[in-house]
């Protein structure tokens, strides 16, 4: 009887490890994922600020042209 309640409780232990590393596989894939999300939100926020810059100065430039 002890053995048979032993060997269940190893085979839930077994199975919630799985489901855990399971999860953890899938949390680890969603969080490269939105890293590499971020990363590109990141590179474009850079293209959008130094083509901003680029504009206010083209727009100082025709500003100070006008008589």
């Known amino acids: 009887m002890e053995n048979s309640v032993e060997a269940r409780a190893m ?23 939105l890293h590499k999300e971020v990363d590109q939100m990141q590179r474009n926020l850079e293209r959008v600020v130094k083509e901003n810059q680029a504009l206010r100065f083209e727009i100082d430039v025709k500003r100070s042209q006008v008589p």
């Open 11 to 33: 085979q839930r232990v077994d199975a919630v490890t799985k489901k855990t590393i399971s999860t953890n596989s899938r949390q680890r894939a969603d969080i490269l994922n």
